[in-house]
């Protein structure tokens, strides 16, 4: 079966002073990705909903917004409020990921899950009707540029399968040193969707790596 593929550049990776040119660098991908990190769930410190408003008020491409904080039941609702097309945050910062994941739709956005690399992938893939997409992490989160976790495919392979089985539209994303050897084995293994930062920012031309990435994925 051929499934859609999907090329969503991190600005973790960008310029943070000319953001707005940097969005449009990005330009001919499917969304951008923008990571909220908090310092306590991982050890590093982003933006929060000020940074997102604003990139969601410039950028010419749909941003799903990938929340590396604590108590997501208490702060991701507001990220789906401000109008993210999508807004993903870990299994492992969320009570109640189930009743979450219902109030990020209710507000209108598509409702990820994230996994780190140690979280294994049952519950989630137990109530797949309940998520838009499935992050996977090939990485563990808290900085870009990290080499990719072979180690992950076959847990890549295993929520595909599950989607699979289950009929399930959900979206399967990656995220940790995507490039353009790397993504075609994570293509291979099931994944659908893939966050690139250095890989495309680091690029000359970011459009031109959006497509060779795309173009490897789809061939993979």
Known sequence: MTRAIRIEPSILAADFV?????????ATADAVHVDVMDNHFVPNLTFGPEMV???QAVSPVPLDVHLMITDADRWAPGYAELGAFSVT??????EDPLALAAALRARGSRAGVALKPATPIDDVVAHLDAYDQILVMTIEPGFGGQSFMDDMLAKIAAVRSAID???AGTWLQVDGGINGATIARAAAAGADTFVAGTSV????????????????AATA
Not at 18 to 26: H, T
Not at 89 to 94: D, I, L, N, R, T
Not at 201 to 216: H, K, M, N, T, V
């Open 53 to 55: 408003t604003r990139v």
């Open 18 to 26: 000319n953001m707005e040119a940097e969005l449009q660098r990005i």
């Open 165 to 167: 089985a289950a009929g």
């Open 89 to 94: 945050f870990h299994a492992e910062a969320s």
């Open 201 to 216: 920012y680091g690029a000359d031309d970011p459009a031109a790596a959006i497509a060779a990435l795309r173009e490897a």
